[in-house]
């Protein structure tokens, strides 16, 4: 089981990315596989559970006064790519990708809940398209 490298700092929305913003629940690092968490909120997504395991994107940015660029607290507005391409991540081409156990983590190997993130393009490109693949 290897996590994807992730480099927040050059982690960007890449061609026709689709691009949705939500409001935080809780801390989220760039890079983070995130899940619908409450009402228009989201946190890292989490494989080991079935509402923390549907992933519905990526965590890509801070929004506008954030304390951070590369991280962002509960209540912070956040940009989440839904599908489409981002950089920054270390994957390898042809590769699919999860959510792991681990909340935030992208990973090659499935979590105890099976949620697809995306699909690595090349060795910086993830192809975000999440998919449910088995909450059973």
């Known amino acids: 089981m290897a996590d994807v490298t992730v480099t927040a700092a050059s982690v960007r929305p890449l061609g026709n990315a689709i691009v949705e913003r939500f409001t935080a629940s809780a801390a989220i690092d760039v890079g983070a596989p995130v899940s619908i968490s409450g009402n228009g909120t989201v946190?890292?997504?989490?494989?080991?559970?079935?509402?923390?395991?549907r992933c519905i994107g990526v965590m890509v940015a801070v929004q506008p006064n954030g304390a951070s660029t590369t991280a962002a607290a509960s209540g912070e507005e956040v940009d989440v790519v839904t599908h489409g391409r981002i950089s920054?991540?270390?994957?390898?081409?042809?590769?699919?990708?999860?959510?792991?156990?681990?909340a935030g983590i992208i990973s090659d190997t499935a979590?105890?809940?099976?949620?697809?993130?995306g699909i690595g393009i090349d060795t910086d490109t993830l192809m975000v398209r999440p998919e449910l693949v088995d909450l059973a």
Not at 43 to 53: E, I, K, N, P
Not at 111 to 117: D, F, I, P, Y
């Open 88 to 102: 920054g991540c270390g994957c390898v081409a042809n590769t699919p990708y999860y959510v792991d156990d681990d």
């Open 111 to 117: 979590g105890t809940k099976s949620n697809l993130v």
């Open 43 to 53: 946190a890292a997504a989490d494989g080991s559970t079935v509402a923390g395991g």
